[in-house]
T-cell receptor
């Protein structure tokens, strides 16, 4: 089955501490992988994406993610979080069907709660 | 930077009424999508649209839903007879040649009362 799994529904962390948000994808999902951030009452903003090439991808706001094919993972990391990073983070993968037509499927989201 | 524009940002409607949610995708994009997010839940795929026809739809996208690209720039989602459980944030997205990411609009919050 096509799926993207986020193992943690909520991750509490203190300000300036490092954080890792976990994401695993099923083998039937392509290796076009994305992380989106959603601030309260706002839309989805692309943080970063992996399409090919270097397995370490850098995104906006100091976030980075590492693609690991053998573990089918695409975990998101930040070495030092700020209060303003408090938001819902969604991992997503592209599924292809019928030529170039495709869609994104999302994980259930991880709420990053940064505490002072 | 090009944006996907959605209108209205918030719509309240009575159960049983028809609603049309509007989107203006990025002009040179070829693939168009609607997603839904019920409050506090995951983002769910509804439908994809390519070459003026639906390319895939989810089980959520039943006969009450339809999409249209009436004039080459707008992309609309119609719900014919809204139900309470249709209350959600609806996101429009567009994508280019399939090699890059999707751009999402800021969403329309639909409240069915």
């Amino acid at each position: 089955a096509q799926s993207v799994t986020q193992l943690d529904s909520q991750v509490p962390v203190f300000e300036e501490a490092p954080v890792e948000l976990r994401c695993n994808y099923s083998s039937s999902v392509s290796v076009y992988l994305f992380w989106y951030v959603q601030y309260p009452n706002q839309g989805l903003q692309l943080l970063l994406k992996y399409l090919s090439g270097s397995t370490l991808v850098k995104g906006i706001n100091g976030f980075e993610a590492e693609f690991n094919k053998s573990q089918t993972s695409f975990h998101l990391r930040k070495p030092s979080v700020h209060i303003s990073d408090t938001a819902e983070y969604f991992c997503a993968g592209r599924v292809f069907y019928g030529g170039a037509t495709n869609k994104l499927i999302f994980g259930t989201g991880t709420l990053l709660a940064v505490q002072p | 930077e090009p944006e996907v524009t959605q209108t209205p940002s918030h719509q309240v409607t009575q159960m049983g009424q028809e609603v049309i949610l509007r989107c203006v995708p990025i002009s040179n994009h070829l693939y168009f999508y609607w997603y839904r997010q019920i409050l506090g839940q995951k983002v769910e795929f509804l439908v994809s649209f390519y070459n003026n026809e639906i390319s895939e739809k989810s089980e959520i996208f039943d006969d009450q839903f339809s999409v249209e690209r009436p004039d080459g720039s707008n992309f609309t989602l119609k719900i014919r007879s809204t139900k309470l459980e249709d209350s959600a944030m609806y996101f429009c997205a567009s994508s280019g040649d399939g090699s890059y990411g999707y751009t999402f609009g800021s969403g329309t919050r639909l409240t069915v009362v």
